[in-house]
């Protein structure tokens, strides 16, 4: 029996709309409800191309290995049974060739009306589909497809009353379920369709203007559907489902159920009168425990009950001879029954994130089976029961406290407080964790590599949160839940900076409270929760899968759960003192070696990552044992092409250790023995220079490919964007700018290390404000990180001496080359600076005589804000101050002493443009401050500060600064220092 974690997807980490998704199309041919459609007729080769997708990375997920940095696409839903891919692509076709005939006689001839375009399809379909839907897109020989199109449902009683012989042979029938009226009407014509062999009637197959999917408003169904003797596949999936239909256990051949994402609290007893059911989904209901007439299902090979509300299982359970995978995961299980021990044909046990604290000792006599038993209090002695309330305690609800952008502090009291911070992230104080009432602050930060100290193979999935102040103590722990982005195949870990190193917290993954999301009606975010009684820098970071075990003189035996197929054997007398080992197992990709080391006949295990405190040798030689690379078993290898890699995390150097150790295979392992821990690759490969190949590939595992944008805006071409984005995310963000930027297209791609740092310099003709504190040496300072927006937004203008139109350029360069880069790719670029990355042009118009451009738009005038005491602030400051204002600008407004009148004036005006809606405010107090005499500058950093921003309000200070320091040389350099000296004496 061995023990593993799941291979896909942590499952805080899954989308809970995807569940269940995946089944009806094994039966009902095309799944067309994963495409969304506002109106008209899908794109045929679109839906192709998705189905192929989906086909495609089901064999990735089941057989290859997805690098980090690769495209993520959705993945394929957990509770369906197994289907060959050409049995899928054969059901499917009939459909997607209908699709395309009836789009290219609709896409050819517009004006066609769908009565006279086509001679076969006489019935009008216009409402509820979409004008150029006729008959043939939706009705083939044996399916209807009516989930496609946003109330489809509702066209089943018209094609009924218009075709209803070609309509009773049907096979294969799906509905969406969001509308009600016409989903009644549609219910009143299933008895009709008695050769039915699968029906789906699913919710959450369209989304509203929010992003939100729509419910199913599927309640029951009438009792006439048991008259449909040849159902063999049913899918209610997403509705309102409350107990399951009666009609439904007279259904004689019906063969797959799925009720995923529903309400039930409770199966009926007679639920074992469904004798041919195989598979059974249950998945997100809230059954809190299963009749014991389950055990009559004796067909039944998968069935999954996850995410519920289980406390027990019946003993019954272990009739259930045909068993294949059970699913049980995410309930409230303390214990399984001795009579799964039955459970003979059973191979996937999935019971993690329950109450588990003891495996029965049954399973062990099933020795195929695998089970995930992750997040369960294995060991762990049984916790008492809570303590009777005293009297004198009176049960409080801790108050909860919501924050806008702008509200940047807040106060607790001793009464405790769960604070909502925008973003999606939540503080939880508990009651007593304060004495006194006290203010605390919060602020999102910029990833910055003081804050940022990312181990070998981290990935950053969030910006830094930092918690002031910082030197507070709690008197009871103080949960911090952080949110981040999706991985998959990875821990997700919280790190703290507390101002001097970084260090990793036990994390508790969970999603977010119901009523906070980090987007207005969106889900709830994905937590990453920590507890601590200290204030400091807060983020979520990604990893490998860490297993630790302690190892004392009676040895150990260590499994990878991430791969079970790799283990440790520490045999007795190994150490003397107890040591702590952990390992960290990182998958790699075969095709991207192969295509890396140009061996198409290369093959890797996965990369072992091994570390142990204290660092001494071992006393006796510690037994590895790790798979054979793919496509590798003992019977066929060639001992000559097997290569065992040691890897130096430190140097970065891989040595090839294989003559220095004793190396045997069986059928599908390597097992050889060390007695000091580093990295460890097993290689299969016909080349001989092996270590210097490996040190390549590896370096290439650690890069992300990258493009770069720049994009002007078009009401403002000296408004640029600035960005750097994983390459498989460039076309999304292009086309969501389309509309306010303009610019050139995305660069060639580039190789990027996660926290690298890189330039970015404006040229030829081309001039920005170097007194931006990120600016360094004329160039913008970026830090790249996968999985945050690496944007900047600046203005530009002509540089001294250009009054016609300017083409210029920016360029992005590399910062401080980190020692581990590979040379090749440090020299992309033969020239004066290796360290240059790409180059994409800028085009500015011509200036008018009063120095601004000539476009239609109003331009904002140019003006110097301040006075020699408080300080100057010129137009290009307020600039780029606005850019850091965002969704602030309403509070910073009020602070300015702006009117809400105004502010709604503005607000109107430029209600799609946050940018411009920005500018115009801090310009239209700028211009109100001419006469309003001295003190403007000092008014704006209070306002900043009033507002929560002492971010910016700091970096207003500092331009005020080097502004004076610049005007004190100018005087020196022209011998007004005496001058200087006494400007100096009553600015202070």
Wanted: net charge negative; charged share 20%.
């Amino acid at each position: 029996m061995e023990r593993s974690g799941e291979e896909g997807a942590a499952p805080d980490e899954e989308d809970g709309d995807q569940e269940g998704m995946k089944a009806g199309a094994e039966e009902a041919g095309c799944n067309p409800s994963r495409t969304r459609y506002s109106s008209g007729v899908p794109d045929p080769a679109d839906l192709a191309v998705r189905l192929w997708r989906g086909l495609v990375h089901q064999d990735q997920e089941t057989g290859g290995v997805v690098p980090d940095g690769q495209a993520e696409v959705d993945e394929p839903e957990r509770d369906a049974p197994s289907v060959s891919p050409s049995s899928f692509m054969d059901t499917c076709a009939p459909s997607i060739s209908s699709l395309s005939s009836s789009y290219s006689s609709t896409h050819h001839h517009p004006n066609l009306s769908p009565s006279s375009s086509s001679s076969s399809s006489v019935l009008s379909l216009t409402p509820p589909l979409p004008p150029s839907v006729e008959l043939p897109a939706v009705l083939t020989d044996t399916r209807l497809t009516l989930d496609v199109y946003q109330g489809g449902a509702a066209a089943l009683p018209l094609i009924w009353g218009s075709v209803p012989g070609q309509l009773r042979g049907i096979q294969y029938l799906r509905l969406g379920s969001e509308d009600k009226p016409g989903l009644d009407g549609a219910l009143d014509v299933l008895p009709n369709l008695t050769e039915l062999r699968s029906l789906a009637i699913r919710g959450h197959c369209f989304y509203d203007t929010q992003g939100d999917p729509l419910p199913g408003l599927l309640t029951t169904l009438p009792t006439s559907v048991s008259s449909l003797s040849h159902l063999a596949h049913l899918d209610l999936s997403f509705n309102q489902l409350s107990c399951l239909p009666p009609c439904l256990l007279s259904l004689p051949v019906l063969t797959s159920l799925l009720l995923c994402h529903n309400h039930l609290s409770a199966l009926p007893p007679d639920i074992g009168r469904l004798s041919s059911l195989t598979y059974l989904s249950l998945l997100g209901n809230e059954l809190v425990s299963l009749p014991p007439s389950l055990g009559q299902l004796k067909a039944l090979q998968t069935l999954d009950v996850s995410h519920n509300l289980l406390q027990q299982l019946p003993d019954e359970i272990g009739s259930l001879e045909e068993l294949v995978k059970l699913e049980l995961s995410h309930n409230k299980l303390k214990q399984l029954p001795e009579s799964m021990g039955s459970l003979f044909s059973l191979r996937e046990l999935v019971i993690y994130s329950n109450d588990l604290r003891l495996i029965p000792h049954c399973l062990n006599i099933l020795p195929l089976l695998k089970i995930d038993v992750r997040d369960n209090p294995l060991g762990q002695p049984p916790t008492p029961p809570p303590l009777p309330p005293t009297p004198d305690q009176a049960e409080t609800k801790i108050p909860e406290l919501h924050l806008g952008f702008n509200q940047h502090s807040f106060c607790v009291s001793s009464a405790g407080c769960h604070v909502f911070l925008p973003g999606g992230a939540e503080l939880l104080f508990p009651p007593g964790c304060l004495l006194n009432t006290t203010r605390l602050e919060w602020v999102v930060k910029r990833p910055e590599r003081k804050w940022v100290q990312l181990e070998e193979h981290d990935i950053l999935l969030s910006r830094p949160l930092e918690l002031r102040p910082h030197g507070i103590t709690f008197l009871k722990p103080v949960e911090v839940c952080v949110p981040y982005h999706r991985t998959k195949r990875r821990e997700v870990v919280v790190q703290r900076f507390d101002g001097q190193s970084c260090s990793t917290l036990p994390t508790v993954l969970r999603r977010g409270s119901e009523t906070h999301s980090s987007h207005p009606g969106g889900r709830p975010a994905r937590l990453a929760c920590c507890a601590v009684r200290h204030f400091s820098w807060f983020m979520a970071v990604s990893r490998p899968v860490m297993d630790s075990c302690s190892v004392t003189p009676a040895g150990a035996l260590l499994v990878s759960s991430s791969d079970p197929g790799i283990k440790l054997h520490f045999p007795p007398d190994s150490t003397v003192q107890t040591r702590t080992i952990t390992l960290q197992v990182l998958q790699v990709s075969v095709s991207e070696v192969q295509a890396v080391c140009g061996d198409p006949q290369a093959s890797v295990s996965p990369l072992l990552c091994l570390s142990q405190t204290p660092s001494t040798n071992f006393l006796q030689p510690i037994k590895v044992q790790v798979p054979l690379p793919s496509g590798v078993t003992g019977h066929t290898v060639d001992m000559s092409c097997l290569h065992l890699l040691h890897g130096d995390p430190t140097a970065q150097t891989w040595t090839d250790i294989t003559s220095q150790v004793s190396l045997y295979v069986t059928h599908l392992y390597a097992i050889f023995y060390i007695t000091h821990f580093s990295w460890y690759w097993l290689w299969y490969t016909t080349q001989r220079c092996v270590s210097g190949v490996v040190r390549k590939v590896y370096q290439r595992l650690k890069q992300f490919k990258v493009q770069f944008l720049v994009l002007q805006r078009k009401t403002d071409p000296s408004q640029v964007m600035l960005q750097c984005l994983p390459s498989n995310k460039v076309d999304s963000r292009v086309e969501s700018l389309s509309e306010q930027y303009d610019g050139p297209q995305p660069s060639d791609l580039c190789d990027l290390l996660e926290g690298e740092q890189f330039f970015a310099g404006f040229e030829r003709g081309l001039d920005i404000s170097t007194e931006r504190p990120d600016c360094v040496g004329g160039r913008l300072c970026f830090e790249f990180y996968s999985y945050m927006k690496n944007l900047k937004e600046v203005y530009i203008c002509p540089a001294q001496g250009h009054n016609s139109p300017v083409r210029g350029q920016v360029s992005f360069y590399r910062g401080e080359i980190p020692n581990n880069l590979p040379e090749e790719v440090a020299r992309k670029r033969k020239g004066h600076d290796s360290q240059w990355l790409t180059t994409l042009p800028l085009r500015l118009p011509a200036l008018n005589s009063d120095n601004s451009f000539n476009m239609e738009e109003p331009q904002y005038p140019p003006l110097n804000l301040g006075d020699p005491e408080s300080g100057y602030l010129t137009e290009a400051n307020l600039l780029s101050i606005s850019l850091q204002i965002g969704q602030d600008w309403h509070g910073i407004g009020i602070n300015l002493g702006l009117s809400f009148q105004e502010l709604e004036r503005i607000q109107y005006k430029y209600r799609d443009n946050l940018g411009g809606l920005v500018l115009d405010m801090l310009f239209h107090w700028a211009r109100g401050q001419r006469n309003a005499g001295p003190g403007a500058v000092a008014r704006l950093v209070a306002a900043m500060v009033e507002s929560g921003r002492r971010d910016v309000a700091d970096e207003i200070e500092d331009i005020v600064s080097i502004g004076r320091r610049k005007y004190s040389e100018s005087l020196r350099r022209v011998g007004l220092e005496a001058e200087s000296s006494s400007l100096g004496e009553t600015q202070q």
